[in-house]
């Protein structure tokens, strides 16, 4: 069963979203030269046994991008995209006729590598800032394959995090173009301890 998040939790990590998504909308922008419009919806938790349902389903295939999240927070943030959306996606970004990229070559990789990398980096950032803690983020790690077996990847490898993770449907929108992905942060045991423990210490301040 899933964390049910408290009322603060959830508007502290709305909070949280909503800045990067603000901050993600402009960088992405900037670096693509195309003006996006991106949202995090649907947030919540789920346990990694259900999260390549809420990615769309296992048997979609996909790309996505691992990050790894060190210092004080640890876990991992997983961005998975549908994989005909994501060769869209890169058909914009390389300024191609819609249908063009086909192969993942390592131009078409690197621009989901960076898209996850801006996402996962901004979205820390943001939260570093939030809980007073240093957060940083390592090199992330392309992958190509059924949505099922992609999670089952992750979660073999870092099941040691724990058994849930933070998702986020995320949408990137240009003109009449939306783009369906899935933001998912598998955080280290104590993560929403941590969050009240910041709560907790702001409105100790606030009554003082």
Sequence with gaps: MA???????????????????????DKISRWTGHSFTVQFLDIGYAPLSGIAEAAG????????????????VQGYVLFILPELSAQVFVDLV??????????????????????????????????????????????????????????????MEHALMGDEAMLARTRFSKD???????????????????VDACLDARESGAGR
């Excluded at 389903?57 to 991008?65: E, F, I, Q, R």
């Excluded at 960076?114 to 901004?122: P, Y």
């Design 57 to 72: 389903g296992s048997d979609l295939y996909s790309v996505a991008t691992l990050l790894p999240v060190q210092s004080t």
């Design 176 to 194: 009449d173009l939306d783009f369906e992905e899935y933001f998912f942060f598998i955080p280290a045991p104590g993560f929403l301890a941590a």
């Design 3 to 25: 964390t049910e998040l408290t009322p603060r939790q959830r508007v502290f990590l709305n909070e949280i979203f909503s800045a990067a998504a603000a901050a993600v909308s």
């Design 94 to 155: 390389f300024n191609r006729t819609i249908g063009e990229s086909q192969a993942w070559g390592e131009a078409e990789q690197s621009v989901i590598i960076e898209t996850g990398n801006i996402l996962g980096s901004t979205f820390m950032n943001i939260l570093a800032r939030a809980i007073g803690k240093p957060i940083a983020t390592s090199t992330p790690l392309f992958l190509i394959d059924y949505t099922g077996s992609i999670i089952q990847q992750v979660v």
